[in-house]
């Protein structure tokens, strides 16, 4: 049972638009929300985060907005730019049990010149 | 900056070896993680300990061990390769759940 879902596994994009990746969880005990960005060969790298007291958190050109009855969320990049192009992931956490993260099955975004 | 090392960056075994993972953080980070990226399944926890000499399973546990001694170090175990373990190993470590985990660059493990 997919507690964290990411319903498209690719995602094409002009460069200069927007990105908008989605992110749908099932767990209503989830509190903490993040976004990580993962180039081939290399380890995830943490983007940016959302607590469920927030709706929406900014940081350049990443905006994180989390819509708490539909349990769902979102990332979007502006403008895009091709380094952009990467696989996405996002995962949540209920903080007040266990340390564990529960992922997505990410996103790959390609961003087109 | 953190920094969570990864001894290996690709490693290639045989089925039935005995295979170390090797993870240290800088950060003296309480909680220390050890995923497995398989493409379609996204990233799925194995083991991940809080505090020193304390472990917990995650939701693939199964044919892996880990062990850690020191706060700085996790160490993943496979008692017995096989094939099906071949993938891309992900250690990873944080000091409180509400805080991003901080991830090394991976280990590519194939099991021959």
């Known amino acids: 049972d997919q507690q964290v879902k990411q319903n498209s596994p690719s995602l094409s994009v002009q460069e200069g638009r927007i990105s908008i990746l989605n992110c749908d969880y099932t767990n209503s005990m989830f509190d903490y929300f993040l976004w990580y960005k993962k180039y081939p060969a290399e380890g995830p790298t943490f983007l940016i985060s959302i607590s469920s007291i927030k709706d929406k958190n900014e940081d350049g050109r990443f905006t994180v907005f989390l819509n708490k009855s539909a349990k769902h969320l979102s990332l979007h990049i502006v403008p895009s730019q091709p380094g952009d192009s990467a696989v996405y992931f996002c995962?949540?956490?209920?903080?007040?049990?266990?340390?564990?993260?529960?992922f997505g099955t990410g996103t790959r975004l390609k961003v087109l010149a | 900056d953190v920094k969570v090392t990864q001894s290996s960056r690709y490693l290639v075994k045989r089925t039935g070896e005995k295979v170390f993972l090797e993870c240290v953080q800088d950060m003296d980070h309480e909680n220390m993680f050890w995923y497995r990226q398989d493409p379609g399944l996204g990233l799925r926890l194995i083991y991940f300990?809080?505090?020193?000499?304390?472990?917990e399973k995650g939701d693939i546990p199964e044919g892996y061990s880990v062990s850690r001694e020191k706060k700085e170090r996790f160490s993943l175990i496979l008692e017995s390769a096989s094939t099906n373990q071949t993938s891309m190993y992900l250690c990873a470590s944080h000091r409180h759940s509400n805080q991003p985990q901080h991830f090394g660059d991976g280990t590519r493990l194939s099991i021959l």
């Open positions: 995962a949540a956490s209920d903080t007040s049990g266990t340390y564990k993260y529960i």
């Open positions: 300990s809080y505090d020193v000499k304390m472990k």
